[in-house]
């Protein structure tokens, strides 16, 4: 059988940070409640040159190739961080990127599920045009607002992803598992530039939709716990994949069980130092996994569980290729990550007021990240332009 999936994929997240135990000492608390109690390190600041067109377009950019470019067929990019409510953010990555008129571009959203659904839409699409490529970003700024409960699970960041059937990463099944219940757990009116939750309720959403996708998975059995290499889960902090985890204790065997933790470990590395990118949480755990952890091998099989505020969950699964250590750049990351500039609490609460202009006048940005391709220029009489 044809099998189809993630060629390569790549991520990018702005050049600039603020540490958690600093941003501890400003809010008057105990560090230990960001560092354990929600499992955060650092947590990536956009700059207002790095909005979601541009970091979409820089995780993409180290994927392209003249002959992928002719390749590809649909371009799906998921974002809960839309810069237009009509125009696509596609749009403006697919002239940055240099891509064929001959192809579909949209914007997909739900939450951060928005990223799966994204990745189910190329698959569909590639299994019927197995002559053509996908390829899939997901990009996204996490705001929750100065001095709320969910400050300090903010991020920023993109991933990218080539879907086709030649997946020299991860070959994912046609069957999966999927669950929809209207929510108020997470949400973001049109008119707000920040997201409100209500955090615990959230917690609760997460965790029942895990178990209920699970469950149904047994009974269809997919899950076979003995074969199952890791369980990826959507990170929005550290902790709340470790409770999800901990829900499989009386489910899977101990052998399993301390299998999964382990990898577990594995997965959060990235989302650790970068925390919440919404619709590429879950992908930027995948890759932490893929080029953290040295003991995966070929045929090892993951189960992958996306969740979305809303409420949107799906549970699906791949298996690793041969060489696929040879489309990742474990590199690369890690120094990008090692080489951010930490900004102080003021520098960061600075940053977080800033605002883009909304009244059409000439805005002009100052560049932020000399390493990366692409940035937003500025905006003027209500358009934004992009290099
Ligand atoms: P909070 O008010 O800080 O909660 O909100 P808390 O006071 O209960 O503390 C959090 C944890 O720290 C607790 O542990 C404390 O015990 C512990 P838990 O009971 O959770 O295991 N703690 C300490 N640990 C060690 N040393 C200490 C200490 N002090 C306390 N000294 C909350 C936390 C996550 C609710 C908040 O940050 C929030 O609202 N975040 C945003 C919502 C969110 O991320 N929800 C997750 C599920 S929904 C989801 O994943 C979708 C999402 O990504 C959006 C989308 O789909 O688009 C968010």
Redesign the pocket.
Known sequence: MDSFGIEKLNFYTPNQYIDLVDLAHARG??P??Y????GQEKMAVAPLDQDIVAMGANAAEPLMDEDLRTSLGLLVVGT?SGIDQSKAAALFIHQLLGLPESMRVMEIKE???GGTAGLMVALDFVRSHPESKALVITSDI?R?GLQ??????QGAGAVAMIVGNKPGVLAIEPNTVVASRSTY??WRPNYSNV?F????Y??E??LSMFTEVWDRAENMSLTQSDNLAALLF?I??S??GR?GLRTLESKVDATSYARIVERFENSIIYGQQVG?I??G?LYLGLLSLLENDTSLVEGDRFGLFS?????EAELFFGTIQPDFRAHLDAKKHSSMLKNRRRLSVAEYEHEFEKELVQDGTEQILKRSDFNAPHRLIGLNKHQRSYC
Do not use: R, W
């Open positions: 608390v105990d230990n409640k560092l354990i109690g929600i809960e939450a951060c599920y996490a929750y709320t409960p969910g400050e300090v699970t757990d997470f997201a939750a209500q955090g615990k959230s917690e959403v997460y959507h929005p902090f902790k709340m409770k919440n919404y619709t949480s969740y979305g505020s809303g409420s």
